[in-house]
Structure formats: C-alpha cells, structure tokens
C-alpha cells in the first residue's frame, strides 16, 4: 500500500457500487469509496484477483439476492476466484473504505454505514478464514483504490474533504 500511483499504465477497469471483477489479466482495477466497501482478493500462486464494491452491509430478506451486499458480496467474489482453480490457502484479502465522512461535521443520527460495512465483510472474511494482509478502513475520508491484479499490490489515496462551510457562503454571495 502507498500513497502514489501506479507509475507504469495498464490496463485498467473501474469498479461500481455494486460490481464485482475479477481478471487474470496484468491488469489494475480501481474504485472510489466513501462509506462503501472494497475487498480485494488476490491468489498469490496463480496471481488472480479481484474486488467487489459494497454498499450496503445486509441484503433484506424480501429483496432478491444482490452483490450490493456485504452479506453477499464476499461470498461471490471468493466464488469466482474458486471457479478459476484459485485454492483458499493462496488467496488473501484486503479491505479498504468505510468511511463516516458526516461525523466530521457533528452528525450524529442513524447507522453509520460505514462502520456496519466494515463489520459485516469483516464477519464474512472470518468464516471463509482469509488471511487479510491489508486494510484501511473507517475514519472521515473517502478514498481511491488501485489494485493491480498480477502482483497483488494496492495503491490507495484519500479524496479531498468537501468544504461544507466555503460552499454554503459561496452560493450566498
């Protein structure tokens, strides 16, 4: 993990809310995150990996089936590595996202969505017993994720804090 960019340009896909990629390719998946969720799963023997998007920690029981979910995302990811012959023992994980940027700003209402993310795929890597090699979760800030696929590495920066407060008295001028 670092705080620069991937110096050398590939390939690349980007990841949405929602999604799940996974390629053999010398590739680079990235995503933007606030309260969202991101696990990156790499075999390190066969140097597969991919990443899903979560946005919301439980799919409800009447809702149909959805990788939306912490509750599922995981699951199917790992799935995907294990339909290409990847083996539990290689694959490792690493968790990015989180965020609660509105605690920043005195809110204090509501579930953190953020934090029910975080504890639902962490409650899912733990009974798949993935190692996690990695992680960068919670706090305020939203974040950016560039996970290279052939070497396992991720590359990771925060995003800019909005302004709340510079914005407001500008629309007021």
């Known amino acids: ?27 680079v998946i990235n995503t933007v995150l606030g309260s969202c969720v991101a696990v990156c799963l790499w075999d390190s023997k066969r140097q597969i990996g991919g990443m899903n998007h979560v946005m919301l920690p439980v799919n409800p ?33 690493k968790i990015f996202g989180g ?25 899912v890597l733990g009974k798949l017993k993935l190692e996690i090699t990695g992680r960068d979760i919670g706090g305020h800030t939203g974040r950016k994720i560039q996970f290279d696929v052939r070497t396992g590495k991720i590359v990771h920066n925060y995003l800019g804090q909005f302004n709340f407060e510079k914005e407001l008295n500008e629309i007021k001028a």
Not at 3 to 26: A, M, N, R, T
Not at 69 to 90: H, I, K, Q, S
Not at 106 to 115: A, I, P, T, Y
């Open 61 to 93: 029981d009447d809702q149909p089936i959805s990788t939306r979910y912490g509750n599922v995302a995981t699951y199917v990811l790992y799935d995907m590595l294990r339909e290409e012959g990847c083996y539990p023992r290689f694959i490792q994980a």
């Open 1 to 27: 993990m670092g705080s620069s960019v991937f110096l050398i340009k590939k390939k690349s896909y980007h990841l949405h809310p929602g999604e799940i990629f996974i390629s053999k390719e010398d590739m």
């Open 99 to 123: 965020a609660n940027g509105m605690a920043k700003y005195g809110f204090k209402g509501g579930v953190n969505v953020g934090d029910r993310n975080i504890e639902i795929t962490l409650k």
